[in-house]
């Protein structure tokens, strides 16, 4: 059975930072290229960032310089920093497998950024 449970989000002002964290479960994590995906209102997902199982990282142009993708293998986690807010950052955040991309989706995590 696989898991995916996002954490972290809030309601945030322009320029501020919020650090989101995924536990995975019912996966081979340390095997697995790991991405963030974000939803906005009226808008597709999209992928925000990934990093494969040896530690290289992707990013989206939009969030280039502002955001890091992190993992711990050990504790199958995966978590992104989100700094220098953006309003256009306000979606519903989730973690996900990438390359190839599961059916498997969490709830997510809220980001709310304020003007």
């Known amino acids: 059975q696989v898991q995916l449970v996002e954490s972290g989000g809030g309601l945030v002002q322009a320029g501020g930072s919020l650090r989101l964290s995924c536990a995975a479960s019912g996966i081979i994590f340390s095997l697995s290229t790991m991405g963030w995906y974000r939803q906005a209102p009226g808008k597709q997902r999209e992928l925000v960032a990934d990093i494969t199982r040896g530690g290289g990282t992707n990013y989206a142009d939009s969030v280039k310089g502002r955001f890091t993708i992190s993992r711990d293998n050990a504790k199958n986690t995966l978590n992104l920093q989100m700094n220098s807010l953006k309003p256009d950052d306000t979606a519903v955040y989730y973690c996900?497998?990438?390359?190839?991309?599961?059916?498997?989706w969490g709830q997510g995590t809220q980001v709310t950024v304020s003007s």
């Open positions: 996900n497998t990438a390359r190839p991309l599961s059916a498997n």
